[in-house]
């Protein structure tokens, strides 16, 4: 089992800025995956970002060049600095946690983000 909690959501202005954590805990492997994804209100779940544990990331589109994830895997914590924030990023941000081979994955309880003025 893996638990994730996320944390630094919050109410925002456009053009703002605010950075999401997610420390895991529990039985994480070396080979992972960690990732950012967001669900606005009446949406699918979509992806933001995800950072592999070889060293690899990828952005969703609408996001690359204002946000960046990172991760420290010694605190088993993955990052997301979110610059440029748009009210078209509020949304409720979840973190999830997978395995790279078995494909067995985990997801936070999420943390709400609104960009408004």
């Known amino acids: 089992q893996v638990q994730l909690v996320e944390s630094g959501g919050g109410l925002v202005q456009p053009g703002g800025s605010l950075r999401l954590s997610c420390v895991a805990s529990?039985?994480?492997?070396?080979?992972?995956?960690m990732g950012w994804y967001r669900q606005p209100p009446g949406k699918e779940r979509e992806l933001v970002a995800r950072?592999?544990?070889?060293?690899?990331?990828n952005y969703a589109d609408s996001v690359r060049g204002r946000f960046t994830i990172s991760r420290d895997n010694a605190k088993k914590t993955v990052y997301l600095q979110m610059n440029s924030l748009k009210p078209e990023d509020s949304a409720v941000y979840y973190c999830?946690?997978?395995?790279?081979?078995?494909?067995?994955?985990?997801w936070g309880k999420g943390t709400l983000v609104t960009v408004s003025s």
């Open positions: 950072s592999i544990s070889t060293g690899s990331t």
């Open positions: 999830k946690y997978s395995e790279i081979f078995s494909g067995i994955y985990y």
């Open positions: 529990g039985n994480i492997i070396n080979m992972n995956s």
